[in-house]
């Protein structure tokens, strides 16, 4: 048995399974995890190419194969990471070894240690998992405290799930409880279940909702639209100006570009197609740059070589968190949730 703690109390509980080959992952925690495997040949993580794919949705006290492959002969390696439908500080288990993700569903091969390759890329920490060469592996997800069981896990999902929509429930464990039993019989009158849903149906609908209302701690950019975008954020407070970019945002994912809580300074956003059409653009002008950039200066663009373009102030102020939501013609109010 091998145990693994994180800074944001998320651990690893690991165990050989007799099952067919594969990888699989439960979840012991109260929250939506997804998570991102990757595997490279032989002992080490420094085999010359790594298959990396992500996200598999995990919902409390379930669990999911990621991969259904041989993983004899090969280094295992995780990350995984909360819903953005969660209220407050995300929370994320990995390791020390940088591995290339992209926001949405992804599945590629990787140089080892070399710089990410594909649209929209950017390294996680990964953690290898000693499996000690057999062909499968379970891997259990446990937070701080250490809920006792899937099925406690599972109630206590729920129960922060409910919290997430704005319901009265207690304390966010695994112990029942009437308080939670009149919310969730409330929340399932409002989506209109029929008899026979169940479980899967349960979360999906909690999380999709909670997602309309929470936004978790820093900046979040979501593409409600069909085509993939590029995303450039300024960030003034005081005298101080901060501009960066570019994010890539593929259809209907989301890209953090502020994962810690926000400042009380503004923040711009300008957002345009590959092609440089623009999707959000107002009178806030800033530099920009036609590659990856970051600039700390405003005004005199042209003479230092630089382009500008004109960005919206997002509502943020007072806001630990904010998400916004791009659709096809510019920034929702409000707008449907993209799934992380």
Not at 304 to 333: D, S
């Amino acid at each position: 048995m091998m145990r693994l703690w994180l800074g944001v109390a998320v651990a690893l509980l690991c165990a050989a399974t007799p099952a067919q080959a594969a990888l699989t992952l439960c979840n012991r925690t109260s929250f939506v995890l997804y998570a991102a495997t990757a595997v490279a040949k032989g002992p080490q993580a420094q085999a010359p190419m790594t298959q990396v794919q992500g996200w598999t949705r995990i919902a409390p006290g379930d669990c999911q194969v990621a991969r259904s492959e041989n993983l004899a002969a090969q280094t295992v390696l995780v990350h995984a990471r909360s819903s953005l439908a969660h209220s407050g500080p995300a929370k994320a288990w990995g390791g020390k070894l940088p591995i290339c993700v992209k926001d949405a569903n992804f599945h590629f091969s990787q140089p080892a240690r070399a710089a990410c390759k594909e649209d929209g890329a950017f390294t996680l920490p990964f953690a290898a998992l000693a499996t000690g060469g057999r062909p499968s592996w379970t891997m259990t997800l446990d937070e701080t405290p250490a809920l006792p069981s899937l099925m406690a896990a599972q109630l206590a999902g729920v129960r922060r799930l409910l919290h997430d929509n704005g319901y009265d429930v207690g304390p966010l464990d695994g112990v029942p409880d009437k308080k939670t039993g009149v919310a969730l019989a409330a929340f399932r009158k409002q989506m209109r279940f029929p008899e026979r849903a169940g479980n899967p149906e349960l979360f999906m609908a909690l999380e999709r909702e909670a997602s309309k209302t929470n936004a978790p701690a820093g900046y979040t950019i979501c593409n409600d639209g069909k085509t993939l975008l590029e995303a450039a954020l300024a960030e003034t407070d005081k005298n101080k100006t901060f501009v960066r970019g570019w994010w890539t945002v593929p259809p209907l994912a989301c890209a953090r570009a502020v994962t810690t809580p926000l400042a009380n300074g503004g923040y711009y956003l300008f957002v345009r197609h590959k092609d440089g059409k623009p999707v959000l653009q107002g009178t806030e002008i800033f530099c920009v740059a036609p590659t990856a950039f970051e600039i700390k200066d405003r005004g005199n663009c042209a003479s230092r070589g630089q382009a500008q373009a004109g960005f919206v102030r997002t509502q943020t102020k007072g806001q630990a968190g904010y998400v916004a939501h791009i659709g096809e013609t510019g920034l929702i109010p409000g707008g449907a949730p993209a799934k992380p």
